[in-house]
Structure formats: structure tokens, C-alpha cells
């Protein structure tokens, strides 16, 4: 059983940056690989990054390629999602998710654990 509380949400202006934090609890955070996802009002939720159990392999959805960078420190149980030169596109509730699939998972239904998300605002 893994939980995940995101934070590091808020409101910012078109072209800032905000980091986004994602606390795990348990001891086998090292075993999990981890998402960021996000959804839009009457919009489905979305894949954004996710990162190897290792740290070693990346992936990011098109859309945020070249701004964002995930990244995570198991001694610390805790994922991290960059987010640099933001759009208004960008606003979303953003969500951490935990995976014990292998492999390239970029789907939600790969996804065991869920956070209760943290909400990123752009204005223009």
C-alpha cells in the first residue's frame, strides 16, 4: 500500500515555473515507477511524465517536452515534476500516480496509487 500526497500547486503567470512535489509513504516507494497526470475541467485525465523505478528512464507527453523534467529521491520517498515556461494550457488539477508495472506506463489504468491532486493555474 503506497500513499501519495501531492503539493506545490498555485497560481502563476504564462512563462513562470512552479515544482511540484509528490510524498510517498511505505518502504517500497523504490519498487514503484511514478507518473504525473493531470485533467482539465470537462477534460479526460492525462499522462504528463513518468519515471523508472531507478530514476534512469523518462518519458514525457508531447505537450510539456522540453519545459518539464520529472525526477525522484527514494531516500526521501518523494517524485518531483518541474514545470517550467508555463502556458494557460498548463492549468490542471495534477496528480501523482505509483505503478508496480515494468515497462513504458503511460496509461491511467497502469496505475495502482493515486494522489488526491494539486491544482497548477496559468493566467496569461
Known amino acids: 500500500q503506497v500513499q501519495l500526497v501531492e503539493s506545490g500547486g498555485g497560481l502563476v503567470q504564462a512563462g513562470g515555473s512552479l515544482r511540484l512535489s509528490c510524498a510517498a509513504s511505505?518502504?517500497?516507494?523504490?519498487?514503484?515507477?511514478m507518473g504525473w497526470f493531470r485533467q482539465a475541467p470537462g477534460k479526460e485525465r492525462e499522462f504528463v511524465a513518468r519515471?523508472?523505478?531507478?530514476?534512469?528512464?523518462?518519458a514525457y507527453a508531447d505537450s510539456v517536452k522540453g519545459r518539464f523534467t520529472i525526477s525522484r529521491d527514494n531516500a526521501a520517498n518523494t517524485a518531483y515534476l518541474q514545470m517550467n515556461s508555463l502556458k494557460p494550457e498548463d492549468t490542471a488539477l495534477y496528480y501523482c500516480a505509483a505503478s508496480l508495472r515494468g515497462g513504458s506506463v503511460v496509461e491511467v489504468y497502469e496505475y495502482d496509487y493515486w494522489g488526491q491532486g494539486t491544482q497548477v493555474t496559468v493566467s496569461s
Open positions: 519515471i523508472s523505478w531507478s530514476g534512469e528512464h523518462t
Open positions: 511505505g518502504r517500497t516507494f523504490g519498487s514503484y515507477a
